[in-house]
């Protein structure tokens, strides 16, 4: 500290001081940033230290009654690197739901309400297609105390086999049906997290509001074969000679899931809250997510490849950014890029009104052979701004 000017240390000391709390669907959460269901959730021991490290909260790795079902393969992740810099941009996998016994999870759910009373404890739940399963499901975890539910209609692969997964988040009349047997019982808020692998994700999310959930969760990863091995020619990762699609997510997704996510911002009724994620690593992902829609973000894959302690940063970089546009609560930022949102012939009219239309008509299609087509290209790009640090 003692390097700092007065000014930067008290801009220092603002951004500490920060209230990042946001409260959805009647949850205080500490800050918007939620361990996403996967590795970084799969027992009682990491989620603790994700609460230390300064998680607002975390979605459980999906369990579901019978652990004896689910066996799980190795390899099952693969990686796809910027070819410039090494770094993964892309990694997918091929892992199923939690393979632990429902007994152990009961009683680490129950331990971590305990210890952890004001950290959000979401538990991820599937089951097979029957009313008493997923109903009986909802009973047990629910009566550990934790603060609610994300039915997982999405995991891509394996599952699928069993008719579960994005085998219901597919089919938005399994959506409906299923969140309802659930919503019967539940006494606590539902969300419902929706598959990536269909044409409109609008309708799925939209069923499961029917059906009675009060969020949603966008997205789970996209199916994918992440490649294929040029010396054995077998496609990656390969068991034993062999493989199956999976679910792709990291920095790659994020386009494609901060699409979504503003799909759903204008789509969802007044009230139904959106957790956002894909490709989430840092603060300026997150914000991004939130602008358009999202009142908690999650991640999975970033914590994976860099560890819970990006946590920091998030923390951090949210609070600078609220600190230099002047937001006073994290609920303030959410959604307010979507009105942005408009129709190709509305921004051709509006590029006439502000007399920029001859930009446009410069670029007609025509002139592509008087430059090159990389320059074309970079002339036409406009970039994600620098990522503040
Ligand atoms: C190895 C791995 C395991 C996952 N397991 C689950 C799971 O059990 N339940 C679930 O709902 N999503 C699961 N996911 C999906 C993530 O929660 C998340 O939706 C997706 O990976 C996109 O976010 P990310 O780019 O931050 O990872 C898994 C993802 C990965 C990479």
Redesign the pocket.
């Known amino acids: 500290m003692s390097s700092m000017t007065h000014a930067a240390y008290s801009r220092e000391f603002e951004r500490r001081a920060m209230d990042l709390s946001i409260t959805v669907n009647g949850i205080k959460f500490p800050n918007p940033f939620l361990l996403?269901?996967?590795?970084p959730g799969t027992n009682a021991r990491v989620i603790a230290k994700s609460f230390d490290a300064g998680w607002g909260g975390v979605?459980a790795?999906?369990v579901s009654l019978e652990s004896a079902k689910v066996v799980n393969v190795s390899p099952?992740?693969g990686r796809l690197r910027s070819r410039d810099t090494g770094e993964v941009i892309g990694?997918q996998?091929i892992?199923?739901?939690?393979d632990r016994p429902i007994d152990v999870w009961l009683d680490e759910f129950r331990q971590l309400k305990k210890e952890y009373p004001h950290h959000v404890l979401i538990a991820?739940i599937?089951e097979e297609y029957e009313k008493s399963r997923w109903q009986e499901l909802t009973r047990l975890v629910q009566e550990t105390g934790v603060d609610g539910f994300?039915l997982?209609f999405?995991?891509p692969h394996g599952m699928t086999e069993r008719r579960m997964g994005s085998e219901m988040g597919e089919h938005p009349d399994l959506t409906e049906e299923v969140t309802r047997w659930v919503v019967e019982v539940a006494t606590i808020p539902v969300w419902a997290?929706m598959t990536p692998n269909i044409t409109n994700i609008k309708e799925p999310s939209l069923a499961s509001v029917r059906g009675g959930a009060v969020g949603v969760?966008a997205?789970?990863?996209i199916l994918s074969v992440i490649g294929v091995d040029l010396k054995t020619l077998r496609p990656l990762p390969t068991v034993e000679g062999y493989t199956v699609p999976g679910?792709y997510?990291?920095?790659a997704?994020?386009p494609i899931?901060l699409r979504m996510v503003s799909q759903l911002a204008q789509a969802l009724p007044e009230g139904v809250s959106i957790s956002g994620?894909?490709?989430?690593e840092r603060s300026h992902d997150a914000i991004e997510f939130m602008l358009l829609g999202a009142s908690t973000v999650?991640?999975?894959?970033?914590?994976?490849l860099h560890g819970v302690k990006i946590i920091e940063e998030l923390n951090d970089g949210l609070a600078q950014f609220m600190t230099d546009k002047g937001f006073e609560t994290v609920q303030e930022i959410v959604g307010k890029s979507i009105p942005y949102f408009s129709t190709h012939m509305d921004l051709v009219q509006r590029m006439k009104a502000a007399k920029r239309i001859r930009a446009g008509e410069s670029s007609r299609d025509n002139d592509w052979a008087e430059k090159s087509i990389t320059e074309k290209t970079e002339e036409l790009t406009s970039e994600r701004t620098a990522e503040q640090e």
Not at 298 to 304: D, E, R
């Open positions: 996403g269901s996967g590795p979605v790795k999906t099952r992740y990694f996998n892992e199923l739901i939690s991820s599937m994300e997982n999405s995991c997290k969760s997205i789970n990863t679910g997510s990291s920095q997704v994020r899931a994620i894909g490709g989430i999650q991640i999975c894959t970033g914590v994976m």
